[in-house]
Nanobody, 125 residues
């Protein structure tokens, strides 16, 4: 049914940029909450940002102003544009989707039934 696959991760120097992609299929493009989450070694998974079909976007405190999300017209690819990357951005990045609107608590306590496999982002000083 719902499938997600992240790509575009890699290594970049601090201050650089990177764009991640998430191929999505099998979801309802008219009723969704989808987002990006990340998990650094030894740490819990945390919300990066979320957006939904209503048009709302929710940002994690550490990335607002640096990260943004978008989707292609076919709504089968979700992008995460990361600017001015910092070493603390180093993590495995995951995309997720669920058939609902987003609510801010989801950013802190993700409750998504569908996740991708993750893509590694490493930021060097």
């Amino acid at each position: 049914q719902v499938q997600l696959a992240e790509s575009g991760g890699g290594s970049v120097q601090a201050g650089g940029s990177l764009r991640l992609s998430c191929a999505i299929s099998g979801y309802d493009p008219d009723w969704y909450c989808m987002g990006w989450f990340r998990q650094a070694p030894g740490k819990e998974r945390e919300g990066v940002l979320m957006n939904d079909s209503y048009g709302d976007t929710y940002y994690g405190d550490s990335v607002q102003g640096r990260f943004s999300t978008s989707m292609n017209n076919a709504k089968n690819t979700l992008y995460l544009q990361m600017l001015r990357l910092k070493p603390e951005d180093t993590a495995v990045y995951y995309c997720a989707v669920k058939r609902s609107l987003c609510f801010r608590p989801d950013l802190k306590q993700p409750d998504f039934p569908n996740w991708g496999q993750g893509t590694q982002v490493t930021v060097y000083s």
